[in-house]
T-cell receptor, first 110, second 115 residues
């Protein structure tokens, strides 16, 4: 069974700080990695995708991938109260079997 | 505007009734998906469709049925055989099935409550 694990949180950070969200996965042949943001009562919204080892930056968001350690993370710089949401990690393999973690709830306190 | 629409947003049904959830997309995507989300759990795949007139069972297909008669539409029927139908149902689409780096985009969801 392919697993995607996330700390459920809640993770609480002060406004302006860096929030670090982590995700591990079990399937070694996973190829594509995605971060979704889900506000309470709403559907997931894609915020980042990453496919190769290293860092990928998009505005205040940085995704980091380490395939050897089967680890992907999302850093949110200068966190804002509007970043308060649940962040879902998703992992896709070459057989297109997308797996989602249960999500980490982030709270950014003003 | 391109996107995925789901209707209704909220749905209430009595136990023993079948109910159909609508999903429409105008993104010209070939692949469509239905997921179920329960509190504290990851999204679980119910059914997916690679292309028109084709669909495959996901991890939790029992008690559900789908059709894909048009590229734009992928309705989900929750039957009375589904033991715990109360959940948040999400429809998604991607450009093509079978290419792992194509992102999935989600509709706004339908929250179904069965009493």
């Amino acid at each position: 069974q392919k697993e995607v694990e996330q700390n459920s949180g809640p993770l609480s950070v002060p406004e302006g700080a860096i929030a670090s969200l982590n995700c591990t996965y079990s399937d070694r042949v996973s190829q594509s990695f995605f971060w979704y943001r889900q506000y309470s009562g709403k559907s997931p919204e894609l915020i980042m995708s990453i496919y190769s080892n290293g860092d990928k930056e998009d505005g205040r968001f940085t995704a980091q991938l380490n395939k050897a350690s089967q680890y992907v993370s999302l850093l949110i710089r200068d966190s804002q109260p509007s970043d308060s949401a649940t962040y879902l990690c998703a992992v896709n393999s070459q057989d297109n079997d997308m797996r989602f973690g249960a999500g980490t709830r982030l709270t950014v306190k003003p | 505007d391109g996107g995925i629409t789901q209707s209704p947003k909220y749905l209430f049904r009595k136990e023993g009734q079948n109910v159909t959830l609508s999903c429409e997309q105008n993104l010209n995507h070939d692949a469509m998906y239905w997921y179920r989300q329960d509190p504290g759990q990851g999204l679980r795949l119910i059914y997916y469709s690679q292309i028109v007139n084709d669909f495959q069972k996901g991890d939790i297909a029992e008690g559900y049925s789908v059709s894909r008669e048009k590229k734009e539409s992928f309705p989900l029927t929750v039957t009375s055989a589904q033991k715990n139908p109360t959940a948040f149902y999400l429809c998604a689409s991607s450009i093509q099935w079978g290419v792992s780096f194509y992102e999935q985009y989600f509709g706004p969801g339908t929250r179904l409550t069965v009493t």
